[in-house]
């Protein structure tokens, strides 16, 4: 079986390349670059929760050592504080939200390429940029261009090559949107500010060069990443006047100019688009291919990253077992909606914090509704930022007599609860995802205190063990002591990427593999090697 080509080695193809490998699928990634990237202090990047695991999770060692996690977020309006809040570390805890991660774009992608060169089944071309892409019914083919014109043979190809993507034009595909959503002036410089460790926003601030809104969102050693928000157009923000800005905004926030230490700048300007099709038979399209997001605070990086996620574990079934129409569909049906929702809160918002227009009836027009909007981007919170729900994806399964709510409704990111692992050992549920199986749950109060080889035979253990063995697919079965909304003997049935599939109350042998054979994507998988229905069993 070919190995899945990977075209573009940036985040979002390092990531699915790590995470196709986690599964088992050999890949090749092309890039086109030298692999050596430019350090620029001034582009960093903002992971949830769910992405920066996944991330750690894969290898990357960046984020403990060159990321900062914030201890709180503070909202300002012009001299008012609206709003301060603790972050926590870890699943959300009532009114805390968990803290994001903030780092450098360049640590995070060499932290990455140091993953995937310790990683035997990935192969990296640098030096590889593709200009024919053909298709048949047992893969893809591609060439590169010179320096190292040759040809690829792969099972699948996914585009992660970015914004003016060369794999998304081959495909002829169309990338409608928006221009110039948000246009920003940007600094990283090393000083000190009043609230260590916090991120800050700050709308209308008070003095002349504050313009509309300013953020500072910390990095390690003592560096801070400033954003001005600037008109969308005609506003040509020379040197001098950034550096303006800088001492203007530091004196505003700290009574005079401290000293600081420039240590990059820019300006860059956010668009919004969506990809008509995120497939073509058996090419994918991921990360900034597939779409641009970023105005208000919102990271277009998080949902390639979480692209990545979901395409792999669908792309690890199909190339090791084959898969149905049905599953390889449901990549784009779960992904371009959770993105197309996204952007469709995003551009909603947009009139009512940039003073734009009619929708302002949605929010009343306090400055705490108007902050509540903003904070939920940076914080990924709501419809602007929370990871996404896949309610109605057609991996669902039909709802169940056997049903039972619990704190998580179906097609939604499971709660990070402690679980015991098959071996015995007590781990965080998500440090089992990714491995290229469900994922079933039991929720057992008292299992805690004894050893695993006696409650393995106890009670309904026994029956699930046996029902798990006989799921259409490979599953881990897991123990809880306790899970949100969750009585005892519940049991739940997780997706590799983390999303639950159903969750009833008791053993339910049928309606366990029912809602399995859903999650694959229904029971004839055709074989992409004979084209003869594949047995997964």
């Not at 603790?86 to 932290?111: E, K, S, T």
């Not at 952007?343 to 027009?365: E, F, K, N």
Request: glycine share 10%.
């Amino acid at each position: 079986m070919d190995p899945v080509i990977v075209v573009g080695a940036g985040p979002v193809g390092l990531v699915l390349s790590l995470a196709l490998a986690a599964q088992g699928v050999p890949s090749v990634l092309l890039d086109e670059d030298p692999g050596k990237d430019e350090t620029r202090p001034a582009r960093t990047v903002v992971l949830r929760e769910d992405t920066a695991d996944l991330v750690e999770r894969l290898g990357c060692k960046t984020l403990q050592d060159e990321g900062l996690r914030w201890t709180g977020w503070r909202s300002v309006r012009r001299r008012q504080l609206v709003r301060e809040l603790p972050l926590g570390v870890g699943a959300p805890d009532g009114d805390r939200p968990a803290a994001p991660v903030h780092v450098p774009q360049h640590a995070l992608v060499r932290g990455l390429r140091d993953a995937v060169a310790a990683q035997e089944l990935v192969q990296t071309a640098r030096l590889s940029r593709i200009d024919t892409l053909e298709q048949d019914a047992d893969g893809v083919t591609v060439h590169t261009r010179e320096p190292g014109a040759t040809w690829w043979r792969g099972s699948y190809l996914v585009g992660c090559d970015g914004a003016r993507s060369t794999v998304r034009k081959l495909l002829d595909i169309r990338f409608p949107g928006r221009t110039a959503v948000e246009r920003h002036a940007v600094a990283a410089l090393r000083t000190e500010l009043p609230w260590p460790g916090e991120a800050v926003l700050h709308r209308l601030p008070p003095w002349r060069t504050g313009g509309a809104e300013v953020t500072a969102r910390p990095l390690p050693d003592g560096v801070w990443r400033l954003d001005w928000l600037l008109p969308p157009r005609g506003e040509l923000v020379t040197p001098d006047a950034l550096v303006t800005r800088v001492r203007d905004t530091l004196a505003g926030w700290c009574g005079e100019t401290p000293p600081y230490e420039l240590l990059d700048t820019g300006v860059y300007t956010l668009h919004h688009r969506l990809a008509r099709r995120w497939r073509v038979k058996r090419a994918f399209l991921a990360g900034d291919a597939a779409h641009l997001l970023g105005a208000l605070g919102t990271q277009g990086l998080d949902e390639g990253l979480r692209d990545a996620e979901n395409l792999a574990w669908k792309l690890a079934l199909a190339w090791h077992h084959g898969a149905s129409e049905v599953l390889l569909d449901s990549y784009q049906a779960e992904r371009r909606a959770a993105v197309a929702s996204r952007l469709r809160a995003a551009d909603q918002s947009l009139p009512i914090l940039r003073g734009g227009g009619g929708l302002r009836t949605l929010v009343p027009g306090s400055a705490r509704g108007h902050d509540s909007l903003l904070t939920d981007g940076h914080l990924g919170c709501g419809p602007l930022g929370a990871p996404p729900s896949y309610s109605h994806s057609p991996l669902a399964p039909p709802r169940a007599e056997a049903h039972t709510s619990v704190g998580t409704p179906p097609g939604a990111p499971v709660a990070d609860v402690r679980v015991t692992a098959p071996d015995g050992t007590p781990v965080r549920l998500r440090e089992r995802l990714g491995q290229g199986h469900l994922l079933v749950l039991l929720v057992a109060p008292g299992t805690g205190v004894w050893d695993r080889r006696h409650w393995m035979r106890a009670g309904v253990m026994p029956r699930l063990v046996e029902t798990v063995d006989g799921l259409p697919v490979k599953a881990e079965l897991l123990v809880a002591e306790s899970y949100p909304g969750a009585s005892a003997h519940t049991v739940l049935l997780i997706r590799p990427d983390g999303h639950l599939v159903e969750s009833f109350g008791g053993v339910r042998p049928a309606e366990l593999l029912a809602a399995a054979d859903a999650a694959r994507g229904g029971a004839a998988l055709t074989s992409v090697r004979s084209g003869r229905t594949a047995d997964v069993n």
